[in-house]
């Protein structure tokens, strides 16, 4: 039988009554047959005995009390201690990149979570969760591949390093404790020499003495014993003890204020669609929910065809880039990318990205070389002539940037005269001639073939939509933006012509993604970092004015 069993108050209650009375009934039984004047001849030397056996069991019984007191409070404070651990993580991770930041935030309320919902009741039979285990795998991977790129991360990468440490010292602790702090062997002593000592109570039994008063005394010892040794299995128990039972309110009220503080930072109103795993902390599947589409349709198209062909640019910072190292396509379009691609029911691995260049981007979708083009297209009435286009998924404006060392150039007003770098067939080339007709045009194929020229100062400044112009910034210090926004640059997914069907579901999926905080996670990885740049909760709202 599971000795947590009588770890439960009502449970050990029955079990003390059931033993008390049997203890007492074999005692009346055993008078009935005694001697008037007891089994005992010198009482005095009996009585020494007794006194003797009950001397050494009360010490024994006191000093495993003592200890499983112990045991009980350090198994409390170890599962206290781990969750002001995963706070202090979830706070030092602010000091990482962005993206780095989401992935570690999100990820230790999964293991908040997890902890609280998957491995408290397991700890019951002094087990432990594999869920909460690959959730610790999961952050010390993902703190192992940061790239320490100035002082604040260093200083948070050894915060957080020895952070790691106190959890994993602190959740060993919670698991100890629930495995029990006793030795086996100790219970055999223990209810030896209990039944020893109830014995020794029952052959003092004298029919000369009073059947109630006996009755009394052996019922006394014997509830005694039994109580204390039930209080000792359920100090031994600490997360079946009922009432007193360690219970995981420290943790999950630590997630909780994980969870709101996320949720604030990329203006959602939950987490359901965000975070990598379900409400009690289970990973969620990489397999993409099954979807079904009306035949003949743009969708069922490419679902059958088993890939979604997509053009996009591995030269846009923060939008469209790629690792040389892995190949993984990484940026704000590319991560809108595979949302689509899993509302269509399609693994990341059924998505094939096309590096279009930007001149290239309305031709790619008129030919239907791919279904869709995600590469920061800004809408205008004149390409909406030519290709479809979705409901805006960001709002950027177009900016200059110039070398910080440039101070001739602030506005569009002192661009007279200078040479300044365009991309080819963008927007930024009307802007430019209306004006700041005596701007001097140079264009190149993509931003960056711009900021090259920029940086060898073949040109005294480049021109596209801002947020573009902020991640060259971010990864250059010695280039600057200025002028402010003097456009207004919505970006929407390109579509072929006539596929109407395409364009009303990637707006649902855009809609639902800025409802339910998808698109403020992708916001805040990859823009959160940039100075200058809207909040995430203000790009928000901006975007759902120009729904």
């Not at 002001?84 to 570690?104: C, G, H, T, Y």
């Not at 409400?279 to 009306?294: E, H, S």
């Not at 949302?339 to 399609?346: K, N, P, V």
């Not at 590469?375 to 070398?403: C, D, H, M, N, W």
Request: proline share 6%.
């Amino acid at each position: 039988m599971d000795p947590s069993l009588f770890a439960n108050i009502w449970v050990g209650l029955i079990a003390t009554v059931v033993v008390t009375a049997t203890t007492v009934a074999v005692s009346l039984a055993v008078r009935r047959r005694a001697p008037y004047g007891g089994y005992f001849s010198d009482s005095d030397r009996a009585a020494a005995i007794f006194a003797a056996v009950g001397g050494l069991f009360s010490v024994l019984l006191a000093l495993v009390v003592f200890l499983s007191v112990e045991s009980y409070n350090e198994t409390r404070s170890h599962g206290d201690a781990e969750a002001d651990a995963v706070v202090e993580q979830f706070q030092i991770a602010e000091l990482f990149p962005a993206r780095a930041q989401w992935s570690i935030q999100s990820k230790l309320v999964c293991y908040a979570r997890s902890v609280g919902d998957l491995e408290w009741p397991i700890m019951q039979s002094g087990g432990s969760s594999p869920t909460v285990v690959s959730w610790e795998s999961s952050i010390d991977a993902e703190i192992d591949s940061i790239s320490l790129s100035n002082p604040r991360s260093e200083a948070g990468f050894r915060l957080f390093l020895e952070q790691t440490l106190s959890r994993h010292k602190e959740r060993r602790g919670r698991l100890e404790g629930a495995a029990g702090a006793l030795p086996v062997m100790v219970w055999p002593v223990l209810i030896t020499g209990a039944l020893s000592l109830i014995a020794l109570m029952i052959s003092y039994s004298d029919r000369a003495e009073r059947v109630a008063s006996q009755a009394f005394q052996i019922g006394l010892v014997t509830a005694m014993l039994a109580g204390t040794l039930l209080l000792i299995n359920a100090l031994d128990h600490p997360f079946s003890a009922t009432p007193g039972k360690v219970t995981p309110d420290k943790m999950r009220s630590s997630a909780a204020l994980m969870e709101t503080k996320v949720a604030r930072s990329i203006a959602a109103p939950n987490l359901d669609g965000v975070l990598p795993c379900g409400a009690d902390g289970t990973p969620l599947g990489l397999t993409p929910p099954i979807r079904a589409f009306p035949g003949g349709s743009t969708m069922a198209q490419i679902v059958e065809r088993g890939r979604l062909t997509v053009g996009v640019s591995y030269g846009i910072p923060l939008f469209g880039e790629i690792d040389p190292i892995s190949g993984n396509v990484f940026g704000f379009d590319n991560d809108l990318v595979k949302e689509i691609a899993r509302e269509l029911g399609l693994r990341p691995e059924q998505i094939e990205f096309v590096d279009v260049p930007p001149p290239e981007r309305l031709s790619a979708l008129q030919e239907r070389r791919v279904d869709m083009v995600v590469e920061a297209i800004t809408i205008t009435p004149e390409r909406r002539r030519i290709v479809e286009f979705s409901r805006p998924y960001f709002v950027a404006g177009q900016s200059l940037l110039v070398s910080r060392s440039n101070r001739s150039i602030a506005s569009l007003r002192d661009l007279a005269g200078k040479n300044v770098c365009v991309i080819a067939t963008s927007t930024g080339i009307p802007v430019l001639q209306a004006q700041a007709p005596k701007a001097n045009l140079v264009e190149a194929p993509s931003p960056g073939a711009c900021l090259e020229k920029l940086l060898a100062r073949a040109v005294d400044a480049m021109t596209t939509d801002d947020v573009i112009l902020a991640g060259l910034a971010a990864q250059n210090d010695g280039l600057v933006l200025v002028g402010g926004k003097f456009t207004v640059e919505p970006y929407g997914v390109g579509i072929p012509k006539g596929n109407a069907d395409m364009v009303a579901f990637v707006d649902d999926v855009i809609d639902r993604m800025i409802d339910d905080g998808r698109w403020g996670r992708i916001y805040y990885e990859y823009l959160a970092d940039i100075p200058g740049l809207a909040a995430v909760g203000d790009a928000r709202e901006r975007l759902g004015m120009m729904r």
